[in-house]
T-cell receptor, first 114, second 111 residues
Framework: DQQVKQNSPSLSVQEGRISILNCDYTNSMFDYFLWYKKYPAEGPTFLISISSIKDKNEDGRFTVFLNKSAKHLSLHIVPSQPGDSAVYFCAASALQGSNYKLTFGKGTLLTVNP | NAGVTQTPKFQVLKTGQSMTLQCAQDMNHNSMYWYRQDPGMGLRLIYYSASEGTTDKGEVPNGYNVSRLNKREFSLRLESAAPSQTSVYFC??????????FGQGTRLTVV
C-alpha cells in the first residue's frame, strides 16, 4: 500500500507560468512533509518542507501548501524556469523513537519548456 | 565539505557475486540511510542507522546487510547478488531533523 502518492507521473509547463505538483498521503501519523528535486545521474536534493502545524511555507519561487483534512499537499513554482526541469519527489516523515524515516512518492517529472 | 560520498558510482556484478557499497558523510550526522530507486517506484528504504552501533530494517531489507562502522560510515552489503537488485542505490544522512542529505548514487547492474 502506497502511503505517499504522486498521481501525475509527468507535467509540462511553459517558462514563466506556474507549476503545481500534487501529493496525497494516507498515514495520519505523518507530521512533516518535504519536497526533493532530482536531476538525472544525481542524488535527490532537499527543496522545501512543511510541518503539520502549518498550512503554507514559502521560499523564493517555491511554496508548499498543506491541507491536513484532505491529506494533500502541493508544491507551487512561480515563475517556472527551464532549470526547474527535474523529477520532484514528495516525502513524508513521522518521528519514530529518535529517528525520522522518510516515505517517498514515486515522483513527478516536470518539464519546463522555453 | 564533501557532504555524502558514495563509492563506487557504477558497478556490474554477476549473479551470486558479493559486494559492499560504501558511504561516508562529513556533516557529523547521527542518522544514516540506504535507499534504492527503481523506475516508477520512487525511493524505498532498505536499512537505516539512528546512531553509531545501531541499525534497523526499512521497507525492503531482504538480500542486504549493513554495517555502521563509525559515525561517518555506513556500508551496504549484497552477499549474493540477484538481478532483482539491479537498481540505483542512494545513501543519505540527517541530523535531528527530517531533512536528509543524499549522495550521488551507485548504479548497480546484476547480470
Amino acid at each position: 500500500d502506497q502511503q505517499v502518492k504522486q498521481n501525475s507521473p509527468s507535467l509540462s509547463v511553459q517558462e514563466g507560468r506556474i507549476s503545481i505538483l500534487n501529493c496525497d498521503y494516507t498515514n495520519s501519523m505523518f507530521d512533516y512533509f518535504l519536497w526533493y528535486k532530482k536531476y538525472p545521474a544525481e542524488g535527490p536534493t532537499f527543496l522545501i518542507s512543511i510541518s503539520s502545524i502549518k498550512d503554507k511555507n514559502e521560499d523564493g519561487r517555491f511554496t508548499v501548501f498543506l491541507n491536513k483534512s484532505a491529506k494533500h499537499l502541493s508544491l507551487h513554482i512561480v515563475p517556472s524556469q527551464p532549470g526547474d526541469s527535474a523529477v520532484y519527489f514528495c516525502a513524508a516523515s513521522a518521528l519514530q523513537g529518535s529517528n525520522y524515516k522518510l516515505t517517498f512518492g514515486k515522483g513527478t517529472l516536470l518539464t519546463v519548456n522555453p | 565539505n564533501a557532504g555524502v560520498t558514495q563509492t563506487p558510482k557504477f558497478q556490474v556484478l554477476k549473479t551470486g557475486q558479493s559486494m559492499t557499497l560504501q558511504c561516508a558523510q562529513d556533516m557529523n550526522h547521527n542518522s544514516m540511510y540506504w535507499y534504492r530507486q527503481d523506475p516508477g517506484m520512487g525511493l524505498r528504504l532498505i536499512y537505516y542507522s539512528a546512531s553509531e552501533g545501531t541499525t534497523d530494517k526499512g521497507e525492503v531489507p531482504n538480500g542486504y546487510n549493513v554495517s555502521r562502522l563509525n559515525k561517518r560510515e555506513f556500508s551496504l552489503r549484497l552477499e549474493s547478488a540477484a538481478p532483482s537488485q539491479t537498481s540505483v542505490y542512494f545513501c543519505a544522512s540527517s541530523t535531528d531533523s527530517p531533512e536528509a542529505f543524499f549522495g550521488q548514487g551507485t548504479r548497480l547492474t546484476v547480470v
